[in-house]
């Protein structure tokens, strides 16, 4: 019960769904949270419930500047970050013939760019310090095929590449980057399709476990791959999945 005590974590997408859990875990471990998305009030609320020193902080991942001052802000506020955890990020259920540029812009942006931008903001300090933790989430469908989710395929599967080169360029600072990948979780984000009963069935027939991960699954992971006990782990995809992948 304190294996990340006292150490600033940063979480992005906080203020639902597995951000939610993901932060809650980290502090029933000791760590301070610098919670991070567009929505403060519902922010403001989590860092009230969590405490032990968790605060809100306003952040959208698709600006840059955001992301710049948001970190700079976290810093000067609660010191260094030890751990970055890149959550942020949706899908959107779109046959491909229909995707606008639009469609494709907003998933990019918001999974991929915002990420990349997030973890440089992160390592341009943690790389002076030659520490740090930075575990990005990704999905299975950064592996095998969802139908309908063509974009987010392929911004998850950027997100892998990612996390490998950045791993590689920054290990020699003692900085790791690795990814988590989860299968389906009931989320606000997912929650309207899992409600679907021929989907649920069809989801949970591709899942050997026989069941939707949980918060509490991936934050298992996350947490490994976060502490000290994982530090020669680097540029790697922790698969959450049940068993899809091995199918
Ligand atoms: N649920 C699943 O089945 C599943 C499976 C595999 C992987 N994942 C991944 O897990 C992560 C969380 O998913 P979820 O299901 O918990 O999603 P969700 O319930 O839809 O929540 C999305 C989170 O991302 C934040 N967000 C959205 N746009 C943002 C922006 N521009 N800037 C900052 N934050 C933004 C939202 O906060 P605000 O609206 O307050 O900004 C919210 O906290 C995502 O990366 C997703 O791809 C989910």
Redesign the pocket.
Known sequence: MGMFKDQVVVV????????VGLATAFAEEGARLAL????FD??TRLADQIGKGARPYY????DVDSIRQCFATIEREMGPIEVLVN?????NPIPAVDVTEADWDWMMD??LK?TFFCCQEAAKRMLGRKRGKIVN?????SVVAIEHESV?CAS?GGLNMLTKTLAVEWAPSNVTVNAV??????????AERLDDPATAASILSRIPRGR??TAEDVASAVLFLASDGASMITGTLLLVDGGWTAL
């Open positions: 992005t997408g906080a203020s639902k769904g597995l951000g991070c998305s567009r929505s519902e922010l952040l959208d991942v698709r959550n942020a990020g949706m899908g918001l999974n915002g989430i990704s999905s299975q469908a987010y998850k990948g989860p299968t389906f979780i009931r989320t606000p984000g997912t939707y991960a």
